[in-house]
């Protein structure tokens, strides 16, 4: 028996996702790039933190926003306004605006800190929407696409970053991220509206805060898969380290850069792909929690590698072990959460998850201040593998899952 086709409204929603994170990628890569060659990696954890801050303390008043208001609305202003963040780093990288190296560095840190109020709102906005869009049995072929778009747009925002710099300049490349985000928003104005449940209208917000964190903590579940991902990518973050390791180990310039910066969302492509094609039927815990394990292995092949195509090789194949703990757990989440909590529950999912990889990438930061580069990245591998130990005897169920 065939499954019913995605309906059209999805497609919108995956073209419109596709170019935002497509800019949203390049903008990530630039800025790192930018910042390492501005300064050194330690400035680059330091734009992670700026970003995560920001992103943390909005997310508590965003999940509940988004649950009241129209949710196409959010997304549509968010990527407005993601424009213009856009559109401010590409004026002051343009030649003709000679500052300081400091006072570009203001800058950036300036945007980078709105940008991470602008995607706790535009992150879980988005994914909410998911379940409004599809049916339950859509569901899980829904987030398959949703996180293969994802990686593919990443794949090509970080490679083409690379190429933009090095062909065009960096004033250039953050033009286009600019126009990427443009036809985003004219993707998602295309999206029916999405209203609030009628019964949260009147809802006290810090109540309906407290109801988001009271249902993810009392559901061992989704918080076991939470937790596992955010202290593994928070020590086993690798995106900082790549402008060194590319510059200073493998000694190669910015689309090398640009393609080891892709390498990652190359291998969890590749691993979705196989999951859409061949989805999981039994025991998808345990084969989550191996594969976070397998993700700290492939880090430290990557800090002690000293040739370009093993240093991708384990940055693909991290990635490979990565794209599948993604499908798990971002299922997981779509299937446990009810109607009316979505929106709350996707603003505490990128507290603990999608905000982990700005928080990682102060971490890598300061240890590679502390540590030095390599070691610093052969530790976060080792104490990802020690995070699947934790979680192994602190959430015994996760391992047994199945759905």
């Known amino acids: 028996m065939t499954s019913k086709p ?33 300064a050194d990696t ?21 999940g509940h926003y988004i649950d009241r208001h129209n949710k196409k609305k959010i997304l549509i202003w968010s990527y407005v306004f993601y424009l213009l963040c856009g559109l401010s780093l590409a004026l002051i990288s343009l030649p003709q605006f000679d500052l300081p190296a ?12 709105c940008t991470g109020i602008i995607r706790s709102f535009a992150g879980p906005a988005a994914n909410s929407m998911i379940a409004a869009i599809v ?36 004033a250039n490349a953050y033009f286009t991220t600019s126009a990427f985000i443009f036809i985003a928003a004219l993707f998602a104005w295309q999206l029916k509206p999405k209203p609030p449940v009628t019964a949260l209208q009147k809802e006290p917000m810090v109540k309906a ?27 086993g ?17 910015p689309i090398g850069y640009g393609f080891l910066n892709a390498a990652m969302d190359i291998g969890s492509l590749v691993s979705i792909a196989i999951l859409i094609r061949f989805p999981m039927k039994r025991r998808q815990g345990l084969k989550m929690m ?34 599948i703990s993604v499908v798990v757990r971002g299922t997981i989440a779509q299937l446990n959460t009810p109607d009316e909590l979505r929106g709350r529950v996707a603003a505490i999912n990128l507290i603990f998850i999608n905000s982990s990889n700005e928080l990682g990438q102060f971490e890598s930061g300061v240890t590679s201040k502390w540590f030095g580069s390599i070691p610093a990245i052969i530790i976060g591998g080792a104490m990802s593998i020690a995070v699947v130990g934790a979680t192994w005897f602190k959430f015994p169920k996760l391992k047994k899952l199945e759905y």
């Open 290 to 323: 191996l594969s976070v394990a397998a993700f700290g292995l492939f880090i430290i092949i990557f800090g002690l590698s000293t040739v370009y195509w093993l240093t991708f090789l384990a940055l693909a194949m991290a990635g490979f072990f990565d794209g």
């Open 102 to 113: 400091q006072a570009k560095i203001t800058v950036i840190l300036s945007v980078v800190f």
């Open 209 to 235: 805060i407290k109801q988001g964190f009271q249902f993810v903590f009392n559901n061992k579940n989704l918080l076991g898969v939470i937790s596992l991902d955010l202290f593994a990518v928070l020590f």
């Open 6 to 38: 995605l309906p059209k409204e999805f497609w919108h929603f995956i073209y419109a996702r596709l170019f935002f994170v497509l800019g949203l990628r390049m903008i990530t890569t630039i800025v790192i790039y930018q910042m390492f060659h501005l």
């Open 135 to 170: 049916s339950r049995e859509q569901l899980p072929r829904a987030i398959s696409f949703n996180s293969s778009t994802w990686l593919v747009s990443s794949i090509l925002g970080h490679a083409t970053g690379g190429l933009f710099i090095a062909f065009a300049g960096i």
């Open 237 to 253: 973050g690798a995106v900082a380290f790549i402008p060194e390791v590319a510059e200073k180990v493998l000694h190669t310039g």
């Open 42 to 62: 330690y400035m680059v954890g330091i734009a992670g933190i700026c970003e995560f801050i920001p992103a943390v303390i909005a997310a508590l008043f965003s």
